[in-house]
């Protein structure tokens, strides 16, 4: 069965101070894998999609980074309002678009 | 062009009633899924329409039913409300069955008493 682990549960950075988010799968055949932002009480944003190892994406002090077996959300001089809980999930080869999530991320940023 | 809309925003039930969710997907796409999401938990895949059929199907009982309709929206339904059916409901939408990526609702924060 498809699983996703994320740690930490949960980080407190200052502002400016970079640091990483780590996303481990075990899935049959990966379709994708996808890194939300989600803000208290809101939906998902959509951030990033991965499609094969070695794959790398940026959107503005964020980076993702994928390997067979992990991926990695870097986040660059982080500010107050990068804090959010980060999604991570994949998608494996079951023939619908069925998204397995971990229990993301908690990111404080403190100025 | 509008993205994932949802409605209710909030909702309070009683254990033993009925719900019904909507969905409204973003312009062009013909697939939603259904997600439930726990406090502090992960979403976790309820199931999934493509053009006005099933797709596909988690591991909730058949008290979770669906609809989608031509114009690609769609009704989660939840028969005899249990307590731990208190969630955030997301809909997420994509253009099709060949692009992957889902883009998400703003969800419907349903509270059982």
């Known amino acids: 069965e498809d699983q996703v682990t994320q740690s930490p549960e949960a980080l407190r950075l200052q502002e400016g101070e970079s640091s990483s988010l780590n996303c481990s799968y075990t899935?049959?055949?990966?379709?994708?894998l996808f890194w939300y932002r989600q803000d208290p009480g809101k939906g998902p944003e959509f951030l990033f999609t991965?499609?094969?190892a070695g794959e790398e994406k940026e959107k503005e002090r964020l980076k993702a980074t994928l390997t067979k077996k992990e991926s990695f959300l870097h986040i660059t001089a982080p500010k107050p309002e990068d804090s959010a809980t980060y999604l991570c999930a994949v998608q494996g080869n079951t023939g619908f678009q069925k998204l397995v999530f971990g229990t993301g991320t908690r990111l404080l940023v403190s100025p | 062009e509008t993205g994932v809309t949802q409605s209710p925003t909030h909702l309070i039930k009683t254990r033993g009633q009925q719900v019904t969710l909507r969905c409204s997907s973003q312009s062009g796409h013909n697939t939603v899924s259904w997600y439930q999401q726990a406090l502090g938990q992960g979403p976790q895949f309820i199931f999934q329409?493509?053009?006005?059929?099933?797709?596909g199907r988690g591991n909730f009982p058949p008290r979770f039913s669906g609809l989608q309709f031509p114009n690609y929206s769609s009704e989660l339904n939840v028969n005899a409300l249990e307590l731990d059916d208190s969630a955030l409901y997301l809909c997420?939408?994509?253009?099709?069955?060949?692009?992957?990526?889902?883009?998400f609702g703003p969800g419907t924060r349903l509270l059982v008493l």
């Open positions: 997420a939408s994509s253009p099709g069955l060949q692009q992957e990526t889902q883009y």
């Open positions: 329409y493509y053009r006005e059929e099933e797709n």
């Open positions: 991965l499609y094969s």
């Open positions: 899935v049959s055949g990966l379709r994708g």
